[in-house]
Nanobody
Framework: QVQLVESGGGSVQPGGSLRLSCAAS????????MGWFRQAPGKEREGVAT????????SYADSVKGRFNISRDSARKTLYLHMNSLQPEDTAMYYC????????????????????WGQGTQVTVSS
């Protein structure tokens, strides 16, 4: 099973930027669906962005389109989330997730579609 460790969270003012990283380790073989999710206090966990390793076809939640970018470095086994123009409503715990298997049509933004999760990294946007 794959282990995931997030880093890069912190506090930033509105309009600022952050880059989250997710390092994968353990038994990693074949293709995977990789994704970022977030959960704000009192709210359900929601999908932010996903990317399948076999196609690189990205999917984004409407709320982050044009501001966030998901990418990966296969050699370093690391997933990234570049977040720009951050707003207070982006404040949440951000989680990295993975699920084995190729996805030719892109990865689902549904939490139920992912089997491995990291512990999360906090992002706080405030003035």
């Amino acid at each position: 099973q794959v282990q995931l460790v997030e880093s890069g969270g912190g506090s930033v003012q509105p309009g600022g930027s952050l880059r989250l990283s997710c390092a994968a380790s353990g038994y990693i073989s074949g293709y995977y669906c990789m994704g970022w999710f977030r959960q704000a206090p009192g709210k359900e966990r929601e999908g932010v962005a996903t990317i399948p390793t076999n196609t690189g076809r990205t999917s984004y939640a409407d709320s982050v389109k044009g501001r966030f970018n998901i990418s990966r470095d296969s050699a370093r086994k690391t997933l990234y989330l570049h977040m720009n123009s951050l707003q207070p409503e982006d404040t949440a715990m951000y989680y990295c997730a993975a699920d084995p298997g190729a996805r030719w049509g892109g990865c689902n933004l549904d939490t139920k579609a992912f089997s491995s999760w990291g512990q999360g990294t906090q992002v706080t946007v405030s003035s």
